[in-house]
């Protein structure tokens, strides 16, 4: 657990953030977040009144020169074909020419696409679909 209170009310705004450790393995990982007024929040299946959310944790590693900063499509999924879009910010001090993008579907096999002549300005964001 890293963050825990029992003064919060119902209603309420909490924000809260942590630090990857350095030395973490660069992976995939799940972070689940339990908001829960007044039950167990260890056990999401005991909760007293609230929620939880599972996200995706990318380790990356600290000489990456670019990052996925957002999904921005789809606003909901649908049943049958999705267009997906995400933004990247680069993250190196020289333009990109390049993008590889990874992702999996309902625990299926890995996919790798590449993108090819590009230019991202350092510090600027690229979308893509």
């Known amino acids: 657990m890293v963050w825990s209170s029992g003064t919060t009310t119902a209603s309420s705004i909490v924000s809260g953030s942590f630090s990857i450790p350095s030395g973490q393995s660069t992976g995939v990982y799940r972070v689940r977040v339990v908001g829960d007024l007044g039950g167990s929040g260890a056990n999401p299946c005991a909760l007293g009144f609230g929620e939880v959310e599972d996200y995706t944790l990318i380790v990356t590693s600290s000489t990456m020169d670019g990052q996925a900063v957002i999904n921005t499509l789809p606003v909901k999924y649908v049943m049958g074909n999705n267009t997906i879009a995400m933004r990247m910010a680069n993250l190196g001090t020289s333009a990109m020419t390049s993008l590889k993008i990874g992702y999996r579907l309902n625990n299926g096999t ?20």
Not at 110 to 129: F, I, N
């Open 110 to 129: 890995p996919v790798v696409q590449y993108l090819t002549g590009l230019s991202v300005a350092a510090g600027s964001l690229y979308t893509a679909t």
